[in-house]
């Protein structure tokens, strides 16, 4: 059984920082490129970042670029997403997602897990 574990939300003021992990189990993670997606309350999922699997070439939406960094532990097969500089509007639930097909910049999902919440506040 496929399984995806995020974990490492919370809540954190303007301009803080934390680090998303996603444990995953049930399939070999070596073989998957993995996003990060985000839901923010009332509106749809945004993708924020993926990475791949053959060479840890990585991938940011326009919203995480700069501020954001993905990374994985194939050894561990677990996902990573290190947040900096973290602003209100980042407020969302972040779930990871096992990415099976990528034609370019298109990520398509097959898993994901429930989700870790970030809230940023003053």
């Known amino acids: 059984e496929v399984q995806l574990v995020e974990s490492g939300g919370g809540m954190v003021q303007p301009g803080g920082s934390l680090r998303l992990s996603c444990a995953t189990s049930g399939f070999t993670f070596s073989r998957y490129d993995m996003s990060w997606v985000r839901q923010a309350p009332g509106k749809g999922p945004e993708w924020v970042s993926a990475?791949?699997?053959?060479?840890?070439?990585?991938y940011y939406g326009d919203s995480a670029k700069g501020r954001f960094t993905i990374s994985r532990d194939d050894a561990k097969s677990a996902l990573y997403l290190q947040m900096n500089d973290l602003q209100p509007e980042d407020t969302a639930l972040y779930l990871c997602?096992?990415?099976?097909?990528?034609?370019?910049?298109?990520?398509?999902?097959?898993?994901w897990g429930r989700g870790t919440q970030v809230t940023v506040s003053s």
């Open positions: 990475i791949g699997h053959r060479d840890g070439t990585t």
């Open positions: 997602a096992r990415v099976p097909l990528r034609s370019g910049s298109q990520f398509y999902y097959d898993y």
